[in-house]
């Protein structure tokens, strides 16, 4: 069974740094690009960026670029979405998704990570 | 950047009555469009991927059809658990680049 399992919801404040992670199981890893979707509190979705993580090509949505890092750690299945200063904007819901089989939809979701950013 | 603009934003109908939900792109994404479906809570699911594939396990009442900048997601007859919000997603295979439109809410009306 294919899963991606999140890291759990975090509070922390501005300034801070975080990563959060997604673990994927059940399907061979390096074979599927993983992507990272923003959604603000009752926002619609937002794609910031995609990982291969069989050679980490990585790629962003201009809105995010520079903003956030994505990674991947091959040996533990695991990705990344990481920010080095956090802001009260950054405060969302952030899905990991799995780039499907057949096509580039994401077939696979994350149950999410909830980033509260607050002084 | 491709845009993607959905219509309407809310949509209210009756169980058992279809639903006809649009979406259009700021310029040709061929026939690599996606819908989802979210419910309050939860994560978003695929619908409908290619424009008019199913997903493994989605019912036959949800159909998708469009290509070039024009898309539509039907659902035929409508069920108590289709009431939540639908995006669409274009996706572009290489290099690998996602928009959603906007969203849907479908209501009970």
Redesign the interface.
Known sequence: EVQLVQSGAEVKKPGESLKISCKGSGYSFTSYWIGWVRQMPGKGLEWMGIINPGDSDTRYSPSFQGQVTISADRSTTTAYLQWSSLKASDTAMYYCARSGDSSGAFDYWGQGSLVTVSS | ?IVMTQSPATLSVSPGERATLSCRASQSVST?L?W?Q?KPGQ????LI??AS?R??GIPARFSGSGSGTEFTLTISSLQSEDFA?Y?C?Q???W?????????TKLEIK
């Open positions: 950047e690599n996606a989802y979210q994560a978003p699911r695929l991927y290619g594939t997903a493994t919000v995006y997603q996706y572009n295979n290099p690998p680049m996602y928009t959603f439109g906007q969203g």
